[in-house]
T-cell receptor
Framework: AQKVTQAQTEISVVEKEDVTLDCVYE???????LFWYKQPPSGELVFLIR??????QNEISGRYSWNFQKSTSSFNFTITASQVVDSAVYFC?????????????FGAGTQVVVTP | DTGVSQDPRHKITKRGQNVTFRCDPI?????LYWYRQTLGQGPEFLTY????????KSRLLSDRFSAERPKGSFSTLEIQRTEQGDSAMYLC??????????????????FGAGSRLTVL
């Protein structure tokens, strides 16, 4: 069963618009980590943010922010004032304690296209 | 440290041939992972090692797939008798997980650039 769902296949925006990416996860663990990774056209996956299940405080890091809500099992990610360099595929991922933090499970990804 | 290195970056082979991919992780990392990524999909977990021990291999796609990490450093992923359906990007990643579990900065996968396999 798919544990991480990214319902949005592609989002297209004009530069400087905000982009919010949705992620819904499924786990029976009480201890887990959630991640966002970026895969630019060059292909290499790049770590963006990590959040543990005990910290629902939403934060902002530069132009990135995230909204973690355990009640709805969602971990949404926002890029503020998008730039062309933000064009990439973004993946949400889950790592669980019951799994000894082993199998990172990724969603199918959301393609973000930022046009000038 | 230059990050996670994978070799070769591209491999074209004929159906039925064997192929081997190599991954050199970040030296301080004790865990090494193999993933497969097909077009339009997220990375799919295959197997992972902690040091030289292979802790999970049930997701290897068939008995044609095998992975080793003989000295707890580099790893190889071998695919025997390749099929056209094996065409994909094979990704390696590494991380550090301490004895006590996950500490700040740990358990973050650092990926290599991948090895793209094309089976004709």
């Amino acid at each position: 069963a798919q544990k991480v769902t990214q319902a949005q296949t592609e989002i297209s925006v004009v530069e400087k618009e905000d982009v919010t990416l949705d992620c819904v996860y499924e786990t029976r663990d009480t201890t887990y980590y959630l991640f966002w990774y970026k895969q630019p056209p060059s292909g290499e996956l790049v770590f963006l943010i990590r959040r543990n299940s005990f910290d629902e405080q939403n934060e902002i890091s530069g132009r990135y922010s995230w909204n973690f809500q355990k009640s709805t099992s969602s971990f949404n990610f926002t890029i503020t004032a998008s730039q062309v360099v933000d064009s990439a595929v973004y993946f949400c991922a889950l790592s669980e304690a019951s799994d000894s933090w082993g199998k990172f499970q990724f969603g199918a990804g959301t393609q973000v296209v930022v046009t000038p | 440290d230059t990050g996670v290195s994978q070799d070769p970056r591209h491999k074209i082979t004929k159906r039925g041939q064997n192929v081997t991919f190599r991954c050199d992780p970040i030296s301080e990392h004790n865990r090494l992972y193999w993933y497969r990524q097909t077009l339009g999909q997220g990375p799919e977990f295959l197997t992972y090692f902690q040091n030289e021990a292979q802790l999970e291999k049930s997701r290897l796609l068939s008995d044609r797939f095998s992975a080793e990490r003989p000295k707890g450093s580099f790893s190889t992923l071998e695919i025997q008798r390749t099929e056209q359906g094996d065409s994909a990007m094979y990704l390696c990643a590494s991380s550090f997980v301490g004895a006590g579990g996950v500490s700040p900065g740990a358990n973050v996968l650092t990926f290599g650039a991948g090895s793209r396999l094309t089976v004709l």
